[in-house]
């Protein structure tokens, strides 16, 4: 069985300052993917950036980036310069060995003007 | 692509009725899930389909609940004698092949609240 946990509920970050969100994950697959989502009030979710577990590069997608640490399952999310519109639920999430998404309980992202 | 929509964004039901979500996937896209989110909760899987061939469903989904994907275009979601409990917002995705390499795009979801 695969588990998230986000231990954050709530993060505020300044306009154009730097927020890392926490994630944790365990699973017993060799395989597997992990994703950021970002949920923007009554809006859909959207996929921010994905990581294979098997690459050790960090994956980067503009101001978003991870701190992939394997080891240690963990699976942050670090978003530079942000912006207003960065202001969302964030949720982390895995999949592997099957086609079904886990995930996490969400950190609400308020950026501060 | 238009995107997955969802019908109807909204639902007020009384407990003990039946209710009926639609699901519009992005087009060719043959894989569809459906996704149940409660408040302060991440979304939790339900069941998906590959074309019209339910692949697998969750325990979270009671016999009360039911989903079909009849010729393997849109799905519904249906659930009968609602509870309280099925208050939540109920999300579809959907995906045009098979495995991690592709990505599981939302709708905006169905947003139930059951009195």
């Known amino acids: 069985a695969q588990t998230v946990t986000q231990s954050q509920p709530e993060m505020s970050v300044q306009e154009a300052e730097t927020v890392t969100l926490s994630c944790t994950y365990d699973?017993?697959?060799?395989?597997?993917?992990l994703f950021w989502y970002k949920q923007p009030p009554s809006r859909q979710m959207i996929l921010v950036i994905r990581q294979e577990a098997y690459k050790q590069q960090n994956a980067t997608e503009n101001r978003f980036s991870v701190n992939f640490q394997k080891a240690a399952k963990s699976f942050s999310l670090k978003i530079s310069d942000s912006q207003l519109g960065d202001a969302a639920m964030y949720f982390c999430?895995?999949?592997?060995?099957?086609?079904?998404?886990?995930f996490g309980k969400g950190t609400k992202l308020t950026v501060n003007p | 692509d238009t995107g997955v929509s969802q019908d109807p964004r909204h639902k007020i039901t009384k407990r003990g009725q039946n209710v009926t979500f639609r699901c519009d996937p992005i087009?060719?896209?043959?894989?569809l899930y459906w996704y149940r989110q409660t408040l302060g909760q991440g979304p939790e899987f339900l069941t998906y389909?590959?074309?019209?061939?339910?692949?697998?469903k969750s325990r979270l989904l009671s016999d009360r609940f039911s989903a079909e994907r009849p010729k393997g275009s849109f799905s519904t979601l249906e659930i009968q004698r609602t509870e309280q409990g099925d208050s939540a917002m109920y999300l579809c995705a959907s995906t045009s092949g098979q495995g991690f390499t592709y990505e599981q795009y939302f709708g905006p979801g169905t947003r139930l609240t059951v009195t």
């Open positions: 699973t017993s697959e060799s395989d597997y993917y």
């Open positions: 389909f590959q074309n019209e061939a339910q692949l697998e």
């Open positions: 087009s060719e896209h043959n894989r």
């Open positions: 999430a895995s999949q592997g060995g099957s086609e079904k998404l886990v």
